[in-house]
């Protein structure tokens, strides 16, 4: 994985949190970590994020991003929590 792209990409990612996930996510991905065990580790790294946030609502929005960002490689932005 060439981590200047993920940097470049994740960088047009205006929520700190959620660039903190898809990074995190890429990061524990790429250097072999299971789907499901990345994916929990990023739903705790949301919930450190926002600790207000339900451990369901974590993650919706974990998947939601993985998908929109990782998945289907969209650019554009992501619904999702009101921070900056």
């Known amino acids: 994985m ?3 792209i993920v940097s470049v990409e994740n960088s047009r990612i205006a929520r700190k949190c959620e660039r903190a996930v898809i990074t995190a996510y890429q990061e ?6 299971s789907d499901v065990s990345a994916f929990h580790a990023c739903t705790t790294l949301y919930r450190i994020h926002h600790p207000e946030s339900s451990l369901n609502e974590a993650r919706r929005l974990v998947s939601e991003w993985i998908d ?7 650019p554009g932005p992501t619904a999702g929590c009101e921070c900056d």
Do not use: A, E, F, S
């Not at 524990?28 to 970590?33: C, E, K, M, P």
């Not at 929109?68 to 969209?74: L, P, Y």
């Open 2 to 4: 060439d981590h200047r």
């Open 68 to 74: 929109h960002h990782v998945i289907q490689k969209r």
């Open 28 to 33: 524990l991905r790429g250097v072999g970590t």
